[in-house]
């Protein structure tokens, strides 16, 4: 054997599993770091009450816009979630003889349920940054031309709410430090399905919009700083 096998290369599992450790490290450091929060969270679609409520058929195939019913959102830090009212609106029994099937009536007696009891609907939360993550502004960024698409996906197209991108600090930062790639005019934020055409067409160098004119306009440029988003 020792023939064969120089004495030197006895040193050489220690030295590779010194290297494999040290790789680990890195990838375990890296991945704490940038990436583990956003792979565990993405995909997570909690079971909402009732029927729950579906985008693909409100916000997509009846065409509502979000701030019909995410109403303070242009205002406001956080978004809005709208109360049982909004949703009677449409679904109270009167109004059922209208487009509205059996089928359909069924699957909204727990909004007239809710209503009737004078009960909230206890929707569950989907998106939830960790408390050391100071105030998230939806308004700051919706006025500064940053869609709802960027963050939260194709919501016109889930009939359940999932979590798209995994809203870490990595994914903050990318944009934070990229604005450009992402920056659309402010009357277009909740057009998501004009953002996602103009965002993939932009993404091959082919993109309609003037994005310096529309960063020039910006109060701030996006901060970095870890004050801006923790105490
Ligand atoms: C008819 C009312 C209505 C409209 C229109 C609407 N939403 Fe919603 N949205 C809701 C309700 C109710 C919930 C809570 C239930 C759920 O999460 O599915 C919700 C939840 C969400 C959530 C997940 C919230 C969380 O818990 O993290 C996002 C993101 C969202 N909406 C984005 C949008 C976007 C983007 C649009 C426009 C394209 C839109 N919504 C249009 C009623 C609406
Ligand atoms: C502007 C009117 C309008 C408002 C407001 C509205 N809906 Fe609807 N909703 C409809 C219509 C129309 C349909 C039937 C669509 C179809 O059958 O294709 C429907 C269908 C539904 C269904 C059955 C569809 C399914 O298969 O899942 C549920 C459940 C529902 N809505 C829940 C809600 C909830 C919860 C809210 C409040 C957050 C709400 N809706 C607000 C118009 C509305
Ligand atoms: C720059 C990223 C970003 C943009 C743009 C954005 N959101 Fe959000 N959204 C978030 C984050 C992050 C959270 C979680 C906030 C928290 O935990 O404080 C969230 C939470 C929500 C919630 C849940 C709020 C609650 O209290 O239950 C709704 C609803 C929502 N967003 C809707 C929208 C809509 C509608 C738009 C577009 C009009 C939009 N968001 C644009 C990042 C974004
Ligand atoms: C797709 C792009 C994009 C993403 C993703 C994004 N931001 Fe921003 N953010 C911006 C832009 C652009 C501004 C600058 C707005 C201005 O000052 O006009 C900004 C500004 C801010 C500000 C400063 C607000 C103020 O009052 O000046 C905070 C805080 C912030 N973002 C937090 C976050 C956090 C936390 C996340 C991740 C959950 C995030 N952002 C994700 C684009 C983005
Ligand atoms: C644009 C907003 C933003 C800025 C700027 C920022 N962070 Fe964060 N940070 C976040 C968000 C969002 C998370 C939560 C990630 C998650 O969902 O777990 C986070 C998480 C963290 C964590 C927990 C580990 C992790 O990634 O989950 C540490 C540590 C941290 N930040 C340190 C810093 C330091 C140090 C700086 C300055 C160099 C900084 N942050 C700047 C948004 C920001």
Not at 58 to 71: E, N, S, V, W
Not at 208 to 218: A, H, I, K, W, Y
């Amino acid at each position: 054997m020792s023939v064969i096998f120089p004495k030197w290369m006895n040193a050489l599992p220690t030295l590779g599993a010194m290297a494999s450790v040290g790789g680990l490290l890195t990838v375990v450091v890296g991945t704490w770091y940038w990436a583990t929060p956003d792979f565990f969270k993405v995909g997570y679609s909690p079971i909402q009450p009732g029927s729950g409520f579906n985008h693909q058929i409100h916000a997509g195939k009846l065409g509502m816009d979000c701030r019909y019913c995410h109403t303070k959102i242009e205002q406001s830090p956080e978004a809005n979630i709208p109360n049982v009212a909004t949703c009677y609106g449409c679904h109270a029994p009167q109004r059922v003889n209208g487009s509205i099937s059996l089928a359909t009536d069924q699957k909204v007696q727990f909004i007239r349920d809710a209503y009737d009891g004078d009960k909230p609907i206890e929707w569950r939360r989907v998106h939830k940054l960790p408390d050391y993550v100071r105030n998230f502004p939806h308004d700051v960024h919706l006025s500064a031309g940053v869609s709802c698409y960027s963050c939260h996906g194709q919501i016109v197209s889930m009939p359940q709410v999932y979590e798209a991108k995994g809203l870490g600090m990595g994914f903050c930062l990318d944009c934070h430090r990229h604005p450009e790639t992402a920056i659309v005019p402010k009357d277009k934020v909740t057009d998501l399905l004009w953002v996602q055409g103009e965002l993939t067409a932009r993404a091959k160098g082919e993109g309609t919009v003037n994005t310096q004119e529309l960063l020039g306009r910006l109060w701030n440029t996006p901060p970095q700083q870890c004050g801006a988003c923790h105490q």
